[in-house]
């Protein structure tokens, strides 16, 4: 049973338009969320994170908003780069153990 | 700064060999140490984890082994690969866990093909 889900395998934007990539979990306990960037045969990035007592946090280009009702976090990328295209994962941190779930990771396209 | 390591980058092993994949990290003490493998095309499974020298916690069942014989290096091993051992395996560090905040920083990766 998949804790954290990213339903959408790929997304394609256009260069200087907004990506927004998904990310739904199941543990109403999980206290701290991230976001990786990762490319081809290299580690993921960490990219950006947000507390769950919190609803959102910027850094520059990237957002991510947390919707802990919905059980939903969201990552928005504006405006997207070509260098932007990568495989995003969202993961969440388990509570009393700090471990991380991944999702399955989302790959974005950002087209010139 | 803290950096970590990893190595070999590539490796191309016979089926039924054995695997010691090193892992080391720079700049911090006592860091909490993990294993993830990458599956074509799937996400990041969680395979070791490691709070302390000589302590392990494996995650899933399998035909790897886990190793911390110092505080900042983290070996994982294998005494007979199989053919579903093939994959990306990433190492990753963190500092000890404090409710609120767990970024964990992972190294470049190694690319296992078992034959």
């Known amino acids: 049973d998949q804790q954290v889900k990213q339903n959408s395998p790929s997304l394609s934007v256009q260069e200087g338009r907004i990506s927004i990539l998904n990310c739904d979990y199941t543990n109403s306990m999980f206290d701290y969320f991230l976001w990786y960037k990762k490319y081809p045969a290299e580690g993921p990035t960490f990219l950006i994170s947000?507390?769950?007592?919190?609803d959102k946090n910027e850094d520059g280009r990237f957002t991510v908003f947390l919707n802990k009702s919905a059980k939903h976090l969201s990552l928005h990328i504006v405006p997207s780069q070509p260098g932007d295209s990568a495989v995003y994962f969202c993961a969440a941190s388990e509570p009393n153990t700090g471990k991380l779930i991944f999702g399955q990771g989302t790959t974005l396209q950002v087209k010139p | 700064s803290q950096t970590i390591h990893q190595w070999p980058a590539t490796l191309v092993q016979p089926v039924g060999s054995p695997l010691s994949l090193e892992c080391t990290v720079e700049g911090t003490s006592n860091p909490n140490l993990y294993w993830y493998r990458q599956a074509a095309g799937r996400g990041l499974q969680l395979l070791f984890y490691s709070v302390g020298i000589g302590q392990i916690s494996s995650e899933v069942p399998q035909n790897l082994s886990a190793s911390r014989p110092q505080d900042r290096q983290f070996i994982l091993s294998s005494k007979k690969l199989l053919l579903s051992d093939s994959g990306f395996y990433l190492c990753a560090w963190s500092a000890i866990w404090a409710s609120g905040r767990n970024e964990q920083f992972f190294g470049p990766g190694t690319r296992l093909t078992v034959l």
């Open positions: 947000i507390s769950s007592i919190k």
